[in-house]
């Protein structure tokens, strides 16, 4: 008689510990999408490439971001660009998605790397925890674009982090006031 109840019993364990198991997986997935703020979904096609590996804009991509920045409801609506300026591909598009948030009506200031080399893509730095409002549309909109976009924020603590612990680490530097940045390194498919 013992024989036929071991087995109920080891299911039972195997799939309170499955339940659990899931349970904990989805925390930690809640835990994840909290630490990253609000990221929407990108729901445009991806930026396309030109034979040089050159970064465009089509009509569509231009007018999905245009769309977003233009909801933006704030008093502030500003960007910052971070960009290797001598290397002539991410200087380029750099100033295409400056354009765009001038034309959106965003006011935008862009500056040099600073020497520093960046990885390719785009990504947004966000001073502290919580993204102004200004941040996320601009990462809402380059994310509509369907621009690959990273995004970290608390990047002003982690800066001064690393300076402390490495003292020769380098990264980008925002200013006392800036709240962002959007870091232009070159095209991915270079």
């Known amino acids: 008689m013992k024989q036929p109840l071991v087995l109920p019993i080891v299911l039972g364990v195997a799939l309170f510990g499955a339940v659990l198991y899931i349970v ?4 930690e997935l809640r835990a994840l999408r909290d630490a990253t703020g609000r990221r929407p979904a ?11 590996g050159a970064r465009t804009l089509s009509g569509d991509q231009r007018q999905a971001m245009l769309d977003v920045l233009r909801g933006e409801g704030g008093a502030v609506k500003r960007v910052w ?13 750099a100033k295409t998605l ?6 959106a009506g965003w006011e935008t200031q862009t500056s040099d790397s600073g020497g520093l080399a960046f990885k390719p893509g785009l990504s947004v730095l966000v001073a502290d ?3 102004p409002s200004y941040a996320s549309t601009a990462y809402e909109a380059l994310q509509k674009s369907g621009i690959d976009v990273k995004a970290a924020r608390g990047y ?3 800066y001064e982090e690393q300076r402390k612990e490495k003292p020769g680490w380098q990264g980008p530097k925002l200013g006392p006031k800036q709240t962002y940045v959007v870091i232009v390194g070159p095209s991915p498919a270079a």
């Open 24 to 27: 904990h997986l989805q925390s």
């Open 42 to 52: 990108a729901t445009a096609a991806r930026a396309p490439a030109s034979a040089g």
């Open 81 to 93: 660009f971070q960009v290797e300026q001598a290397k002539s591909e991410p200087a380029a598009f």
């Open 98 to 103: 400056e354009e765009v948030f001038r034309d």
């Open 129 to 131: 925890e919580d993204w």
């Open 156 to 158: 002003r603590a982690y």
